[in-house]
Nanobody
Framework: QVQLVESGGGLVQAGGSLRLSCAAS????????MGWHRQAPGKQRELVAL???????NYADSVKGRFTISIDNAKKSVYLRMNSLKPEDTAVYYC????????????WGQGTQVTVSS
């Protein structure tokens, strides 16, 4: 059993910053990658950022230059620093992990709400 627990969401004014954290626990042999997706009401879930265990990161064009993802393999945690937040960033942010246990499997956190006021 693998659990991803997010924290750091909240309400912030446009232009402000938040830092999301996600810690993985459970039956984990290793982590291939971790990242963040988000889903706004009426919208499909979209990739925000993904980072491999080696530190190679990809970002959605909409957040590139504003968000920074990082990973701590020892702590099995991923972080997302979000700067210059915009109202369109408002969404539920879900932690994502590609984890090796008895194979390679994908896991999702329960989500944390980020609300950016204008």
């Amino acid at each position: 059993q693998v659990q991803l627990v997010e924290s750091g969401g909240g309400l912030v004014q446009a232009g402000g910053s938040l830092r999301l954290s996600c810690a993985a626990s459970g039956s984990i042999s290793g982590i291939n990658a971790m990242g963040w997706h988000r889903q706004a009401p009426g919208k499909q879930r979209e990739l925000v950022a993904l980072i491999t265990s080696g530190g190679f990161a990809n970002y959605a064009d909409s957040v590139k230059g504003r968000f920074t993802i990082s990973i701590d393999n020892a702590k099995k945690s991923v972080y997302l620093r979000m700067n210059s937040l915009k109202p369109e960033d408002t969404a539920v942010y879900y932690c994502y992990a590609e984890i090796r246990n008895w194979g390679m499997n994908n896991y999702w956190g329960q989500g944390t709400q980020v609300t950016v006021s204008s």
